[in-house]
């Protein structure tokens, strides 16, 4: 074989080789997030939940945020900040200072896989306020998505 034979059939190599490791990455990520009063959701409960927007919670409810994720690396880092709309009752800021700050949440992961990761807000006085709330969660700083709900009084 000539040197130029050689060359093709290396560009043909990397090129199927290429191809080959494109087919058999795995999708990694944050597949799919809902808001929930059920700590211990599933997975599959995850999935099969309905696509919905405007959740909505009573100032009783202990609120969650359910996040599926999969074929997560290990040391990924999951951040949640928890806001409330300034013009919400009681919540003690300036409407004009809208969204508040409530909670941050930094979690870094210890085992790669898949599965649920379950965040809570925390609530002041055994309650919620009611108003408009947003989540903001991101995966190893990415952009983050904004995700929101409602406490009615």
Request: glycine share 8%.
């Amino acid at each position: 074989m000539n040197r130029r034979n050689i060359v093709i059939l290396a560009v043909i190599t990397v090129i199927f080789g290429l191809i080959a490791f494109t087919l058999l990455q795995k999708n990694t990520g944050i597949k799919k997030i809902i808001f929930t009063e059920n700590p211990a959701i599933s997975a599959s409960e995850i999935k099969d939940a309905e696509a919905q927007d405007g959740f909505e919670f009573t100032q009783d409810s202990q609120i969650y945020i359910a996040i599926l994720v999969e074929n997560i690396k290990a040391g990924s880092k999951i951040s949640t900040q928890w806001f409330i709309d300034g013009n919400a009752a009681g919540s003690g800021v300036n409407a004009n200072d809208a969204p508040f700050l409530l909670q941050e949440n930094n979690i870094e992961l210890k085992q790669e896989g898949s599965g649920v990761v379950t965040v809570s807000l925390a609530r002041r006085d055994n309650e919620n306020r009611p108003g408009n709330y947003s989540v903001n969660v991101s995966l190893n700083d990415s952009q983050p998505a904004r995700y929101g709900f409602t406490v009615s009084e």
